[in-house]
Nanobody
Framework: GQLAESGGGSMQAGGSLRLSCEAS????????MAWYRQAPGNQLVSVAT???????TYASSVKGRFTISRDDAKSTVYLQMNNLKPEDTALYYC???????WGQGIQVTVSS
């Protein structure tokens, strides 16, 4: 695959998880990246984006709790998720918009 997510799992509310997404390219330099999620019965929605220069945007539902970051040399983008809530339960997908690459999705489950 071209994007591979890792780091998902189950967590109690209030806990933290960090998702990683590694791209099968030499470097992420110059590429914007994004994280999306899809909860059961819901549409795919954007969670966070990071530009090639490091500027970030967040969905209002995760702002202040999630942080997107990147390590271009490792071709990896991260999503640090703190103070998790049951409504964060979803399949999380990594996306490289320029080439329309998508990861296989990784499950995050938060129990109350």
């Amino acid at each position: 695959g071209q994007l591979a997510e890792s780091g998902g799992g189950s967590m109690q509310a209030g806990g933290s998880l960090r998702l990683s997404c590694e791209a099968s390219i030499r470097s992420l330099s110059g590429y914007a990246m994004a994280w999306y999620r899809q909860a059961p019965g819901n549409q795919l929605v954007s969670v966070a984006t990071i530009s090639s220069g490091g500027a970030t945007t967040y969905a209002s539902s995760v702002k202040g709790r999630f942080t997107i970051s990147r390590d271009d040399a490792k071709s990896t983008v991260y999503l640090q998720m703190n103070n998790l809530k049951p409504e964060d339960t979803a399949l999380y997908y990594c996306n490289l918009p320029r080439h329309d690459w998508w990861g296989q999705g990784i499950q995050v489950t938060v129990s109350s």
